[in-house]
């Protein structure tokens, strides 16, 4: 195939920015969509010039790191698929891709097409693990959890921090990352001493981290490449009054 593309090249965090075109001929159908990239790249690195910035690392759908905005959907127009899963069959002879970086001002645009999506990993840090003393580590099989429980758990569990959530929403929300996280640890007995206190501390973080609010759209689950439920935001909005209404309360 012979394609167009139409990508937002940006030098740094400071720079304006505009799309520039470019033409990559003989794409295989086969290729992933990041590998189409390597292509332009190569022979942009022939003729001298910068190359595409975009980011990627395990190719494979696990580490949420192809952080691509394509022909106006996240991740491109296959749903519950990553960038790097995203192939050029999808596409046809002749077309125009529009690439372009996720759009949120908690995630500013670095260089091109790469993120600094850092804000995620500070919600987490703001309360996403588990430090009560427990003793001596069980087996996991020895701690019983109804199959109800950990199937949801491990749903919420799924998210890869992608941020096409963010992406997608017109409020640039974070909503569905945070309570993805806070339902995962709310749902396991090991998250339940520091449930109050988790839900408190993320949803502050993300508030200050300068995420918009949620109105229940459902753009993000929409886009989401895991599939994961707005449910979980319903979850996160009843552990926050709960927490809110104790700590009122104390």
Same mark, same amino acid.
């Given at each position: 195939?012979?394609?167009?593309?139409?990508?937002?090249?940006?030098?740094? #965090?400071?720079?304006?920015? #505009?799309?520039?075109? +470019?033409?990559?001929?003989?794409?295989?159908?086969?290729?992933?969509?990041?590998?189409?990239?390597? @292509?332009?790249?190569?022979?942009?690195?022939?003729?001298?010039?910068?190359?595409?910035?975009?980011?990627?690392?395990?190719?494979?759908?696990?580490?949420?790191?192809?952080?691509? +905005?394509?022909?106006?959907?996240?991740?491109?127009?296959?749903?519950?698929?990553?960038?790097?899963?995203?192939?050029?069959?999808?596409?046809?002879?002749?077309?125009?891709? @529009?690439? &372009?970086?996720?759009?949120?001002?908690?995630?500013?645009?670095?260089?091109?097409?790469?993120?600094?999506?850092?804000?995620?990993?500070?919600?987490?840090q703001a309360g996403g693990y588990v430090n009560v003393?427990?003793?001596?580590?069980?087996?996991?099989? &020895?701690?019983?959890?109804?199959?109800?429980?950990?199937?949801?758990?491990?749903?919420?569990?799924?998210?890869?921090?992608?941020?096409?959530?963010?992406?997608?929403?017109?409020? #640039?929300?974070?909503?569905?990352?945070?309570?993805?996280? @806070?339902?995962?640890?709310?749902?396991?007995?090991?998250?339940?001493?520091?449930?109050?206190?988790?839900?408190?501390?993320?949803?502050?973080?993300?508030?200050?981290?300068?995420?918009?609010?949620?109105?229940?759209?459902?753009?993000?689950?929409? @886009?989401?490449?895991?599939?994961?439920?707005?449910?979980?935001?319903?979850?996160?909005?009843?552990? +926050?009054?709960?927490?809110?209404?104790?700590?009122?309360?104390?």
């Amino acid at each position: 195939m012979n394609l167009k593309l139409k990508i937002w090249r940006q030098k740094n #965090a400071n720079d304006k920015g #505009a799309f520039e075109s +470019y033409n990559v001929s003989d794409v295989s159908p086969d290729m992933s969509f990041l590998e189409m990239l390597d @292509v332009l790249n190569e022979d942009l690195s022939r003729e001298g010039k910068d190359p595409v910035h975009f980011d990627h690392d395990c190719r494979e759908g696990i580490c949420g790191m192809c952080s691509l +905005y394509i022909n106006g959907k996240p991740h491109g127009p296959k749903d519950a698929v990553t960038t790097c899963q995203l192939h050029m069959r999808s596409f046809k002879d002749g077309d125009i891709i @529009v690439i &372009e970086p996720w759009r949120a001002a908690a995630f500013p645009v670095q260089k091109d097409l790469v993120v600094d999506r850092s804000s995620f990993d500070r919600i987490i840090q703001a309360g996403g693990y588990v430090n009560v003393n427990t003793g001596g580590v069980p087996d996991a099989n &020895e701690i019983p959890i109804p199959k109800v429980i950990a199937d949801e758990a491990m749903d919420a569990a799924q998210c890869i921090g992608c941020g096409a959530c963010v992406a997608a929403c017109k409020n #640039a929300s974070a909503m569905l990352f945070t309570a993805a996280k @806070v339902s995962q640890l709310a749902l396991l007995p090991q998250g339940q001493v520091e449930r109050q206190t988790r839900v408190e501390n993320m949803v502050a973080q993300m508030e200050e981290e300068g995420f918009g609010n949620c109105t229940n759209t459902q753009a993000c689950e929409a @886009v989401c490449p895991k599939e994961i439920s707005v449910t979980h935001i319903a979850r996160l909005n009843r552990e +926050y009054l709960a927490a809110k209404a104790s700590s009122d309360n104390i």
